[in-house]
């Protein structure tokens, strides 16, 4: 698929993968809406890339369709790429017995209320507005691509919430692929490794933490980069064969129990 002249939104897209993704995507020629909570930031790289920044939290569905409405105007709507994400971890149980310590169930379901119900709304709105544009060579009109992780298979200690989530989005992507095939518009995972993002913070902890983690990468033995999952999310969308498909991009890592 040709991406020049397209409309695309990210959500998530102000920091990370999503940044990265948006700066690629605007450099094949789609206009992009960058659709994150992160206003200063959002608005800096919608500035530099030449989109637009819609503030919009992935749980709220009237600024999902703010940002839709945006992107339309744009150009015609081709591209979602759900980035938007947090991060949790809390085991299950707690050590002292009482049921006030077992796992927090408001952000276990804040984590799958953002990452996975999050992800299906922007699906189901966006998708909507592709479907009624005009088809291209073979009846093609758009493209969607979700962030999972790894954690949707190699889920850590204390990960539950977030491989859940992650795992929803797995496991939705071949049915919904299938539900949008009569509309042209295909559906792709793609499930990172450990990329050295904002979402592990900033400052010493986080960069003794980040050499810690990049232990486990089989090759190469670093962080990924953004740009190296900005790549495969945009051979995702410009590739028209590819289809209800997760693919890993993690360095070969298979994440152990801590
Ligand atoms: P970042 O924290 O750098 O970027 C995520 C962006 O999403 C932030 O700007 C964040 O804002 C925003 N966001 C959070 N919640 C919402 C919401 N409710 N509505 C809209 N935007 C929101 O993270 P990454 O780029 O690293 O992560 C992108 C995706 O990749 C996530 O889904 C993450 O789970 C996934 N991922 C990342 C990995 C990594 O190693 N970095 C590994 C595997 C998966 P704010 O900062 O305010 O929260």
């Given at each position: 698929m040709d991406l020049n002249g397209v409309s695309a939104i990210v959500t998530g897209g102000a920091s990370g993968i999503g940044a990265a993704t948006a700066r690629l995507l605007a450099s094949k020629g789609a206009k992009v809406v960058v659709a994150d909570l992160q206003e200063d930031r959002g608005t800096a790289?919608?500035?530099?890339?030449?989109?637009?920044?819609?503030?919009?939290?992935?749980?709220?569905?009237?600024?999902?369709?703010?940002?839709?409405?945006?992107?339309?105007?744009?150009?015609?709507?081709?591209?979602?790429?759900?980035?938007?994400?947090?991060?949790?971890?809390?085991?299950?149980?707690?050590?002292?017995?009482?049921?006030?310590?077992?796992?927090?169930?408001?952000a276990f379901k804040k984590v799958i209320a953002i990452n996975l119900v999050g992800t299906f709304d922007c699906i189901r709105l966006a998708a909507t507005a592709m479907s009624t544009t005009e088809p291209l060579e073979y009846g093609e009109r758009g493209a969607i691509v979700n962030i999972a992780s790894v954690a949707a298979f190699d889920g850590q200690i204390g990960q539950a919430s977030y491989s859940a989530s992650k795992g929803g989005v797995v496991g939705m992507t071949l049915p919904i692929a299938r539900d949008l095939s009569a509309s042209g518009i295909r559906v792709n995972t793609v499930a990172p490794g450990l990329i050295d993002t904002p979402i592990y913070g900033q400052?010493?902890?986080?960069e003794a933490f980040k050499a810690n983690l990049e232990k486990g990468v089989l090759f190469p033995h670093r962080l990924g980069e953004g740009t190296e999952l900005a790549s495969m999310v945009v051979e995702c969308i410009t590739n028209s064969y590819m289809n209800a498909e997760t693919i890993r991009v993690d360095g070969g890592i298979r994440m152990p129990p801590k």
């Open positions: 790289l919608a500035t530099e890339i030449g989109g637009a920044f819609c503030r919009v939290d992935v749980t709220k569905t009237d600024e999902i369709v703010n940002a839709i409405e945006m992107a339309k105007s744009m150009g015609p709507l081709r591209v979602l790429v759900n980035s938007a994400g947090i991060g949790w971890a809390q085991r299950t149980i707690g050590k002292d017995g009482s049921y006030d310590s077992a796992a927090n169930l408001d400052g010493e902890g986080s």
